[in-house]
């Protein structure tokens, strides 16, 4: 595939990925697949979610985007380049960046501007513009007040907001967050949420969310679910939010407000599908007085 | 209790020390060794003296934090001093019991050594204190650097150390989980004999390399993902430059070892 | 078994510069077999105030008395303490360490100096209660999935019979799947096995429609304490210290306050849709 062809930032074509283990004499002693022909189609500046338990496959996906797990099968291409290619990885790094779940476990530095400049120190950014990036960075997420802190004395919230600052201090076009809120409490869990919602409107990065939360994915373009390796439903929240049984199927935890839209739906109120906020809801019921 | 051990831990504040260039510190740690180690005479003792409490006093950090550090040595110092308490031989005997004896000699070394290990211990935990990690190990990187010529992996070793020190941290407060986690269990720490005690350990080793690994890991791929790949190419956010005070500093350190050799030679007793 | 709490308090590194109050002046009273959930956020001194109740932690004034007994009295047995209170951490990984995962669960028993059979009948019947699968049993613990860990190190306490068992963020980490497993399997013990069960968490909405008894910690205090359907009216305050109540709660309140005339306790989706529809009828 051309370049000039019309082609999302990221693009997946029947990707596939096998974990192969072996015993001690090297003979496979089973396979698992943990993406199954996964397409996937995301175009520039969109916000999208990747819904799923653990164990469906999420994960792995997202470490293709950044070149961290090779296709055992099928393509991927992040913004035209394909990941395969040994001279891509850097690039492709450069272009996507990510966010993983444990915050502790993905901060080198012990003060946070350091750990911020990391990234572009690795990339060989001059001293004078990582500077400048460092200080960008920390205000695009909030922390410019925790710059000269320890790591260690933040909240996780915040932990993961300066690892996020680390990440778009590379400038990347694109970035994806590997379950960021899955060991945050409901506070921190709503600052990283609204962080990547922020730099996705200002700064008009591309956002990969993947999560198992369902009411951090209300906000979001477009969502993909993905069970077994397979993507198993696609569509604009509104069109997954209406289709409560599958998501319960599943095994996913549909919202309150979306729960009892549907039970009030099911007795033969006219309620719209695919209800997300409580103020829809009790617009919904309102009306119907 | 074992979140109490300050060595190898940062804190954060904006002194002169702080801002000196980490290579300084190294030199004068290294020069603050040397003299503690060849001082003789209450002269020269007075002098380390004065100059550790002034890079205390300038340096910020609470004189209460830093003796906290101490307390992880208490053993130590426990042992060091009744051995040299017991087993040096000298020209007065005050008590002897079979092997052990207790001389002029044997009190004078039990201080002096007790002693220099404190100092040891406050002057190279000030160090860690007053330069982060990242810093210490930019300055050994430049130090060692030299080394790189006989293929010494000098930027893999600063790398590891200072990774080393960001996560002790956390690896003591795990510690302190894991043992939580047994103790609740009815696990047992603190009694028994050497080898009950290091087989009580196994319930909290385990768990803790297990998670170690899991870091590593992470962490790893965490690089990885931000574009690491060791040190070719890479720019440095925080380059290391001399300025005036780090000159100034190299001087202060050059008087500072004059003096107690002087004080060595001309005044040394009463040791 | 009963607790009782007199004015206990708690403080991080007293006498230094870095004090922190973790637990101010708390009087609960714990009856036997309640069914309680202690709510906060990230340091709210939720967790001090478990490490109290079975004895990791000393308070640093107050009284704790179990069965009437004074727990800081010099005669009283720490150990005896820890066998009927007993306390699971929020990360199974923090302590499972045997080769299997039966094992593991034997070790509680070991140190309670038990003998070998009664050791190994215990696990097994901590297993079971746990739902932990058998083909499982003599495998490491180290490959199993969240949930299933979660389960070997719920087993591992449960196998010391506490009367008392208090569960320290049960649900970290798992998917919706997983969390509701976990709690199922939670109030299923504290129906079949009568034991007092103390749930840690920060989600309201996972707790609710479990417990029978809700505290609500906020800055080391007791903000809150009463059944689910007292706490939640105060909703308004909950939000205000970053605890939110269940989002039906919110629901029934903004109708209500749009004039229609639903029942503002009802907590869970099945109570909310049947009086919305009886509301509108």
């Known amino acids: ?289 | 209790m074992i979140r109490d051990i300050t060595i190898g831990q940062y804190y954060p504040a904006e002194s002169a020390i702080h801002k000196l260039d980490p290579r300084v510190k190294l030199f004068s740690t290294l020069i603050y060794i040397i003299a503690l180690f060849c001082f003789r005479g209450i002269a020269g003792f007075v002098i380390i003296t004065a100059a550790l409490a002034a890079v205390i006093k300038i340096s910020k950090v609470p004189f209460k934090f830093m003796v906290k550090g101490l307390k992880a040595i208490v053993i130590l110092l426990l042992i060091t001093g009744v051995f040299n308490l017991l087993f040096t031989p000298g020209d007065i005997t005050i008590w002897s019991w079979g092997p052990f004896k207790l001389t002029d000699a044997g009190i004078s070394n039990a201080i002096l050594m007790v002693l220099r290990l404190i100092y040891l211990i406050l002057g190279t935990s000030l160090m860690t204190l007053t330069t982060t990690p990242n810093q210490l190990t930019d300055g050994l990187e430049k130090v060692l650097g030299p080394l790189n010529k006989i293929h010494v992996p000098v930027h893999a070793i600063a790398m590891m150390m200072s990774i080393a020190l960001r996560f002790i941290p956390i690896l003591i407060e795990e510690t302190d989980k894991i043992m939580k986690a047994q103790m609740a269990r009815g696990a047992d720490f603190e009694n028994g004999n050497l080898i009950q005690k290091a087989r009580n350990m196994i319930p909290l080793l385990i768990p803790l390399f297990v998670s170690a690994f899991r870091r590593a890991d992470d962490l790893a791929m965490a690089m990885e993902a931000r574009c690491y790949s060791g040190g070719e190419g890479r720019t440095k956010m925080k380059p290391l430059t001399y300025d005036k005070k780090d000159y100034i500093a190299y001087i202060l350190d050059s008087v500072f070892i004059v003096l107690v050799v002087a004080a060595r030679v001309f005044v040394p007793f009463p040791m | 078994m009963s607790i009782i709490l007199d004015k206990v308090n708690y403080c991080y590194s007293e006498g230094t510069a870095y004090q922190i109050q973790a637990l101010k002046d708390i009087n609960l009273e714990i009856l036997d077999g309640q069914f309680i959930g202690i709510i906060g956020h990230t340091g709210s001194g939720k967790s001090t105030l478990t490490q109290l109740l079975n004895g990791l932690l000393k308070a640093t004034s107050g009284n704790i008395y179990v069965d009437g007994k004074d727990i800081y009295d010099e005669d009283y047995n720490m150990r005896d303490l820890r066998n009927k209170v007993g306390l699971v951490f929020q990360y199974p990984d923090h302590q499972l360490f045997e080769t299997t995962n039966f094992e593991d669960v034997c070790f509680g028993p070991k140190n309670q100096g038990l003998d070998r059979k009664e050791i190994e009948l215990r696990a097994f019947e901590a297993l079971r209660n746990v739902g932990f699968p058998e083909e499982l049993y003599y495998q490491p613990p180290f490959d199993l999935s969240g949930g299933q860990k979660r389960r070997v190190a719920i087993a591992g306490v449960l196998a010391m019979k506490p009367d008392v068992l208090i569960l320290d963020e049960p649900t970290a980490g798992l998917d919706p799947a997983g969390r509701d497993e976990i709690l199922g399997l939670v109030a299923r013990m504290h129906k079949e096995l009568g034991i007092t069960i103390i749930l840690v968490s920060h989600s309201m909405e996972d707790v609710a429609k479990y417990v029978d008894r809700l505290i609500v910690m906020n800055q080391g205090e007791v903000m809150y304490d009463g059944a689910p359907k007292e706490v939640f009216p105060h909703y308004k305050e909950l939000e205000a210290v970053g605890l939110a109540a269940p989002q039906v709660t919110y629901l029934m309140h903004e109708l209500k306050e749009k004039g229609l005339d639903v029942n503002v306790n009802a907590t869970t989706v099945k109570e909310a849709a049947e009086d919305i529809l009886h509301a509108l009828q």
């Open chain 1, 1 to 289: 595939m051309s370049k000039d062809i019309e082609m999302g930032i990221i693009k997946a074509d029947k990707l596939v990925h096998e974990f192969i283990r072996r015993d001690e004499e090297g003979n496979v002693e089973s396979i698992t697949t943990a993406l199954d022909q996964v397409d996937l189609d995301v175009k520039e500046g969109q916000f999208i979610a990747i819904l799923g338990h653990n164990g469906s496959g999420k994960s792995t996906l997202a470490k293709h985007i950044n070149a961290l797990l090779s296709p055992t099968e099928g393509s991927l291409w992040v913004d035209g380049m394909d990941v395969q290619e040994e001279e891509n990885v850097i690039p492709v790094r450069r272009t996507a960046g990510m966010v993983f779940q444990n915050p502790d476990n993905q901060i080198i530095a012990s003060v946070v501007e350091e750990d911020v400049g990391f990234g572009p120190e690795n990339i060989g950014v001059p001293t004078d513009e990582i500077w400048e990036r460092v200080a960008h960075s920390l205000a695009a997420v909030g922390m410019t007040k925790y710059r000269k802190h320890s790591p260690n004395k933040l909240s996780g919230g915040q932990k993961q907001r300066v690892a996020i600052a680390g990440v778009v201090a590379m400038e990347p076009k694109c970035i994806v967050f590997d379950e960021p809120t899955a060991m945050l409490d409901p506070n921190g869990r709503k600052e990283v949420i609204s962080t990547a919602h922020e730099l996705n409107r200002k700064k008009g990065v591309t956002i990969l969310l993947i999560t198992h939360y369902m009411e951090e994915v209300v906000d979001a373009d477009y969502i993909y679910v993905m069970e077994k390796g397979q993507i198993v439903m696609q569509g604009t929240p509104r069109e997954i939010f209406s289709r409560v049984e599958e998501l319960k199927e599943h095994r996913l935890d549909v919202p309150q407000v979306t729960l009892v839209a549907d039970e009030l739906r099911k007795t033969g109120l006219d309620i719209p599908a695919g209800i997300l906020t409580r103020e829809e809801l009790v617009d919904a019921i309102m009306r119907l007085r």
